[in-house]
Every structure is written in C-alpha cells, then in structure tokens.
C-alpha cells in the first residue's frame, strides 16, 4: 500500500511529536484487515470472526508488554493514557480506602494526574504536590519525609511533557518500597523512545498512550505489576474484558495498530534517540547563539528529542504567530487553547511573562535535518524582527 505520513503538508514542519505522533505507514497497514474483513469482536468465542479478533488481540498484547519487559497479562488496554491513569489512581485509592487517604505526587504532572488528583481532594483526599528546582527536578529527601502513616499512592512521571526532563524512577521506586506505598508513573512520554523497561525500573503502574509512539489515538494500556500488593478496585462495569478492570467490546483496530507500533519501537527506539539527540542539540546550540534564548531544563537528565526554549524580550504570542511554515506549541497543548503560562514552567521558576514567551519543539521518526535548518533560520528571523527594546 502506497501511504505517506505526514510530509504531505510540505508547507508545514510538524515539530510537535511530544502532542501527538503521526501513525507510522506500517502501523496502518497493519490495523486496515481488522475494519474490514476481520471485524470480529475478540470476545465471540463461537466462530472464527472472534477467535481471529481474539488472536490479533493477543499478539498486541505481547507486542506491547514486551516493548516495556512485562508479560502479557500485566497489560490492560485502555482508551489512552489519561483512562489508565484514572483507573489506576481512583483504584489503588478505593482500594486502599480504609488505610489513608494522602497521595503524593508534583506540581509540573500532566492535567490527567492533576485534574484527577483535584476530583480526589474534592472527595476528602489530601494531596502533597511536590515541588521542583528550576532545572525541573524533585528533591528526593522532601519526597520521603512528605510519607505519612495515611500515604496510598505516589504518582511521578517518568518524563515530562513539555520539557522532557526525567525524573528518578529508580530511587522513587525504592523509597515506595522501603515503605511499601504503590508507585505509579505516567511513562507516556518516555516509552518508546528511551529505555523503559519494568525490570529495571519496578514501577507498580506505568500509563501510555499509543499516538505519542507512531500508533492510533484512542487506545492506551495501564501496566500493573502482577505481584504487586494491591488489586485495583474496579470503576467501570459491564463484562469481563481485560479482567473486569476495564469492559467494553476491545478496538481491535486500534489494538493491532498499539501493538504494531511497539513492536517497531522495540527495534528503533535506538536508532531514532540518537539520531533525534543529535539533531535536537544542533538546534539547541544554534539557538543558544542568541543570548535572548533560555533553555528551560537544559541542567537536568531529560528526552533526547525534544526542546522548551524561553526568550527574553519576545512576546510569546507573537513569536509562534510569525513561526508560521512551524508547527510547535507554546506550554502543552492541553492548556494552549487558554493562554495560560505554562504550570510547568511557572514551577520551575519562570515568570508569567517568560513562560508565555517559550516554545515547545518535539522532533519525531521522520523530521530531517533539512527541516531543523529551516526551523533553525525561522525562529533565528523570527527573534530579530520581534525583539522588543531592551
Ligand atoms: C499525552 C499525555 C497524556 C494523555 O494521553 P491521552 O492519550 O490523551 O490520554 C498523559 N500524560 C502525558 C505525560 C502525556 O504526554
């Protein structure tokens, strides 16, 4: 099948991989049989529409857990990961109902952590939201000594999202161990394209989403350890699908697409993370030619594809407005539609007024040098006309 990704919009560089990934050729061709000829329901146990259905099911599975080094049975699929997350964190909390009612977890998390951690407090839940250095880290001592008797849940990101810095999953996890509080990460920005693997990094939970890793929208998987302490207590009802947790006939489509992707992303994660990191500081170090340009986590460990730049003196607004043949976000574009500055940004320290001049650049599978030059030059020109008098 002749389909090309995105580069049909030849007037545009999609340089907003962190938003959303285009689905890579392969991953469609591999969904297109399940719309059509092989539109079982997974769960039809009496002809071979559904024992295909169920098969492609199953494989996925595979294809999913082993991208992340877990086994089939610790994956649930979900419609994305701001489901996983809910389930995880209004599970362990039913669950764990009669032994606290305090969760951890920082100020710069996605809204699906955020927002949900609000709908708990709402509920009678406290909340400790912990706060980061200006490079975007936490401080580890103050996590530990936020432990209360009450504590039932601590929820860090693996890498955030509009800066990509990361956080420390191993030593979080063996501070969840030494007092035996369930850890869940939203790993969906680094899954894929760093080394995430759940034998090295003992998360109890990790969320992610197959359209931030070349796959379709709409499908997301919840990894839960299956020798961990606790069961989730169930939020939704309806069948037996991904044992009870989460009912509802599967998107076999979109799980053949899930699968497939993180299939490809086993074998090119690598390949990709070096090439998008060499591509990333190029552009980095041309841009910090300029002393207006601020690069906001550049201290700390973060993803190696993507760039928040802050510039002095520019306003924000303007800037992505004149970055026109540029698709980049301003903050993460779940919040852009409003204006906000950036909670991310402003924890890390930045003015309402830097925030709001800073750009978030997310490289992908097929940006090419050629693209960064121009965007390079673009946002070069673009600092020169708007500078504004010092
Ligand atoms: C995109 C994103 C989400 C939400 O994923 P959905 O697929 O939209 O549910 C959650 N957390 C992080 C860090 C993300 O980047």
Request: proline share 4%; hydrophobic share 40%.
């Amino acid at each position: 099948m002749d389909v090309e990704p995105y580069m049909l919009h030849p007037k545009k560089i999609y340089l907003d991989h962190n938003a959303t990934t285009p689905v890579d050729p392969r991953v469609l061709e591999a969904m297109l049989p399940y719309f059509t000829e092989k539109f079982g329901n997974a769960s039809s146990t009496s002809h071979s529409f559904g024992w295909d259905a169920e098969e492609a099911v199953g494989i996925a599975r595979e294809q999913v857990a082993q991208l992340i080094g877990a086994k089939p049975g610790e994956i649930y699929f979900t419609s994305g990961a701001t489901e996983a997350i809910n389930l995880a964190m209004f599970g362990i909390c039913d669950y764990k109902m009669n032994n606290g009612n305090h969760i951890i977890t920082c100020l710069t998390e996605h809204k699906a952590v955020l927002d949900t951690c609000r709908e708990l407090e709402m509920q009678g839940y406290e909340v400790t939201y912990l706060k980061v250095d200006n490079s975007g880290a936490i401080d580890l001592e103050i996590l530990r000594k936020s432990i209360t008797k009450r504590t039932v849940l601590i929820s860090l990101m693996a890498a955030n999202n509009e800066t990509g810095v990361l956080h420390p999953l191993n030593e979080i996890e063996a501070i969840a161990t030494a007092y035996g509080i369930p850890f869940l990460t939203d790993a969906t920005q680094s899954i894929g394209k760093i080394a995430f693997d759940v034998e090295n990094n003992l998360v109890d939970m990790a969320a992610f989403s197959a359209h931030k890793l070349y796959g379709p929208k709409g499908i997301g998987a919840l990894y839960v350890r299956s020798d961990a302490p606790f069961t989730l207590s169930r939020r939704l009802f309806g069948g037996s699908h991904e044992r009870g947790l989460r009912p509802g006939t599967l998107n076999v489509p979109a799980i053949v697409g899930f699968g497939k992707a993180c299939e490809l992303c086993a074998h090119e994660w690598e390949k990709d993370f070096n090439r998008l990191g060499t591509l990333r500081n190029y552009l980095e170090n041309e841009l910090r030619k300029s002393e207006d340009v601020q690069i906001n986590g550049y201290h700390s460990p973060r993803l190696p594809h993507m760039t928040n730049i802050s510039f002095n003196n520019i306003d924000g607004s303007r800037l992505i407005r004149s970055l026109k043949n540029l698709a980049v976000s301003q903050g993460s574009a779940c919040t852009s539609a409003t204006w906000q500055p950036s909670h991310v940004l402003k924890s890390m320290g930045l003015t309402d007024e830097l925030a709001l001049s800073s750009i978030r650049i997310g490289l992908g599978r097929y940006t090419t040098e050629e693209e960064i030059n121009i965007a390079i030059s673009s946002i070069k020109e673009a600092i020169e006309k708007l500078k504004l008098p010092a």
